[in-house]
Structures are given as C-alpha cells and as structure tokens.
C-alpha cells in the first residue's frame, strides 16, 4: 500500500485555509468593515511594496500621502508618484478580480499605473533593452532577451490559463515567473506582486504583503528558484503572507483599528 508524503508547504496551505475559512465564516463583510480593511491594507501594501523597491518613505509618510494628501519635505517627487500610483494599482486590481482570468492587457495595465508619470516612454511597454540583476553570489542573472518578450509573455498567459495548483501555489508561481521573465525596464517587482495578489483576490484569498523586513529572504528565495528550480522556498513565503494576512482581517473584524 503505497503513502504519500505530505510535504512542510502541504501542512502550510492546510493551516492557511483552515484560518481561511473562519474569515469566510464572517462573510459578507459589512461595507464598513470593507472600507476600514481596504484603508489599511492599501497602505501597508503600498508602504511594503515600494520600500522592498528602495523607497525611503516611512510607513507613516506613506499613509500621510494616502490619506492626508500631504508632500512630505525632502522626498523626490518620483516617491510620492510611486505611492499614489501604487494605490491606484491596487484599485483596478480589486476591480478587475470580480471577473476570472489575467490578459496581457491587464498586466499592461496594471504596470502602467506603477509607472505613470515616473517613466511615461516605458509605462506599460514591453522593453527593449537586455536586463539583467547581480545576484546575492555576485553572479549576473540574466532576464528574457528583448525579442523573446512577446512571445514569454504569451506563454506566460497560457500557463495560467491552464495551472490547477492549490490558489497560493498559483499566485506564487505567476510570480516567480514574471519577475524571471522581467517584461519591463522598471516596475517588474511591483507588478508583480499586484499581479500575484490579483490571483489571491479571484481566489477569494485577501492580498499577501511581502514585507520589507522580509526582504532578505523573499530576494533570496525567488534566487533559488532561477538558478536551482525550487520553488518550495519561495512558496513558503508567500503562504505564510497570505496566512498573515487572514489573521490580521480576522483581528480588524474584531476590533475598530485607527
């Protein structure tokens, strides 16, 4: 009688949809409860996402910018852009999630807004140049050649089309190889953390927000899964956000956070 293994992420994901479904016990959220965990969530992702890029925003500048429409003195303009972009990002992603299914056109899309008014020539546009990034060894890992682009992108579609994994498998996995494909000049690990959690979302998951403090990890991760092909490391960092996530809607629902 043959056994199968169950393996450290298996147990993980059982955990995540077990906290998952004490939050689906509480739905449908009330649209004040909706409006206070969008108000947080959009700032703490933004705040997350933009300072995993290299933003010297704080955490309490960036919700200023957010929720208060104020400059903060000594940021560059291109900081504050990259905050209001994010949460218009975030917008059409919880927009677009009420129907299945990604395009090209919504990651263009998407990738447009990251970008808007930061880098208009290339917001939204495939790049044309050859790009690679120094990796954590200091070896050079080199991303889709500019003329391969169109057609990685293609299959990258088609292969979401068609990926049954569990949801959390899923989104990581989408990812992964988006940012191994790096289809833009700037903006490719933004996106694709939006794109990620556009995947959560259809899935009836909350966003997972890759912390900056995570950062280290995360980077190192996603470097295991390009040069050896193992994506457990990787996997795990996204469920434990998305398991993260879920216990913190459950402790807002709980309580009235400012």
Do not use: C
């Not at 807004?113 to 990796?135: C, E, H, M, S, T």
């Not at 954590?136 to 682009?149: E, K, V």
């Amino acid at each position: 009688m043959s056994t199968i293994k169950t393996t450290k992420i298996d147990l993980l994901l059982a955990q995540v949809d077990a906290q998952k479904s004490t939050l689906d016990k509480r739905r449908p959220l009330s649209q004040e409860q909706l409006t206070q965990i969008k108000r947080i969530y959009d700032v703490d992702l933004t705040y997350n996402s933009n300072a995993i890029e290299g933003s010297t925003m704080t955490f309490n500048e960036t919700k200023l910018v957010l929720n208060e429409g104020l400059t903060i003195g000594g940021k560059r303009l291109s900081e504050h852009l990259e905050i209001i972009n994010h949460k218009d990002a975030i917008d059409f992603v919880e927009e677009i999630s009420t129907r299945s299914g990604v395009s090209l056109r919504d990651i263009k899309d998407i990738h447009y807004l990251v970008l808007k008014g930061i880098d208009n020539p290339y917001a939204g546009k495939f790049r044309d140049k050859p790009v690679g990034v120094r990796q954590s060894d200091g070896d050079i890992y080199h991303f889709t050649a500019p003329l391969l682009i169109d057609e990685a992108m293609n299959q990258f579609i088609a292969n979401l089309d068609v990926d049954t994994q569990h949801p959390i498998l899923k989104a990581a996995k989408a990812h992964y190889d988006f940012v191994t494909i790096h289809p833009f000049i700037d903006g490719n690990g933004r996106t694709a953390r939006l794109l990620m959690n556009l995947i959560l979302l259809q899935n009836g998951y909350p966003p997972a927000i890759i912390r900056v403090k995570n950062r280290a990890d995360y980077i190192l991760s996603l470097e295991q899964a390009q040069n050896k092909g193992e994506l457990a490391g990787f996997y795990e960092v996204v469920a434990l956000a998305v398991n993260e996530s879920i216990e913190g809607y459950i402790v807002m629902l709980d309580m009235e956070v400012k």
